[in-house]
């Protein structure tokens, strides 16, 4: 019998799978409609909530007394997987990986600036470290003038704001109830690009990946918070950051990309940084927020 640890690892290890699939999905499907793409897969993803929300509550899972908040998570939500799809679809794989690595520490800085949380040197050395990582990995956006290494860091500060409301959320809040609100105004609002753009009628095979990224997606963030619930956050979190490892050979083995030393030097001070940060919080007994959506 496996322990829950041991569990809890295969959860991880899951869950990135799923994601580094998600990701590969979004790069290859990129002549349709970013629109089309965010309805696809928030459309699909719904289905594997559905299964998690308890027989009893089928009818009421929906009720909440924090709107507000709930709407706010779900933009701020929307605004980060806008900019990651456009990151994914403009970028080196293994680049826009290593940069949505950076996303506690502008939970960091948001927890300073919405919390007042005190925050030490430690945690402000880290938070320094990380930004010379992302300054290394972003190069390219100086030399080539390529603007879309921006999206990733957009990503960040909108997971930043994620971070905080569904720390919030969560003290009164089903995790059920949380992803439905983001999914549903994700779904809506893709579904609404069409009345700007031409949709693209997906073949078979493209149908079948759309099917893949949303199911893909759900299941990644619905395994990755049964992780945390079952292990040790200090052991398990470690392991996220095998995506990047995924992100490099399949983006050299799909698209012929080869990371840049200055790319795999800045991801391992992002990564340093990440690892700092979520250390303190561990001890601090503060609720752990991943970054990705």
């Known amino acids: 019998m496996l322990t829950q640890n041991q569990i809890g690892v295969l959860y991880m290890v899951g869950s990135v799978i799923c994601f580094s699939i998600m990701d590969i999905c979004v790069k290859w499907l990129d002549y349709y409609p970013i629109g089309q793409v965010l309805f696809l897969r928030f459309f699909i993803g719904f289905i594997p909530i559905f299964f998690i929300i308890p027989k009893d509550k089928l009818f009421s899972f929906y009720k909440t007394s924090r709107p507000g908040l709930h709407a706010f998570r779900a933009i701020t939500g929307a605004l980060a997987i806008i900019a990651l799809f456009f990151g994914l679809r403009e970028l080196p794989l293994a680049d826009v990986v290593s940069l949505t690595f950076g996303g506690p520490i502008f939970v960091t800085i948001a927890s300073i600036i919405f919390l007042s949380e005190r925050v030490g040197i430690k945690r402000w050395l880290a938070v320094l470290l990380g930004f010379l990582g992302m300054l290394l990995i972003v190069q390219p956006a100086f030399t080539d003038l390529n603007y879309y290494y921006i999206t990733p860091i957009i990503f960040c500060i909108f997971f930043a704001c994620v971070a905080i409301s569904v720390r919030s959320l969560s003290k009164t809040e089903a995790n059920y109830t949380i992803a439905f609100y983001f ?67 399949f983006g050299f083995f799909i698209w012929s990309e080869v990371p840049k030393i200055l790319t795999l030097l800045g991801a391992a001070l992002v990564i340093t940084s990440s690892l700092i940060i979520f250390m303190r919080e561990n001890k601090l007994k503060k609720q752990i927020v991943t970054p990705r959506t």
């Open 183 to 249: 999914t549903l105004l994700c779904t809506l609002l893709g579904l609404s690009t069409i009345l700007f753009n031409d949709w693209v009628m997906p073949t078979p095979l493209d149908f079948l990946l759309f099917c893949i990224l949303g199911l893909c997606g759900s299941v990644a963030n619905l395994l990755l918070t049964q992780s945390y619930r079952l292990a040790e956050a200090s052991l398990v979190t470690p392991i996220k950051y095998l995506s990047l490892v995924f992100a490099i050979i």
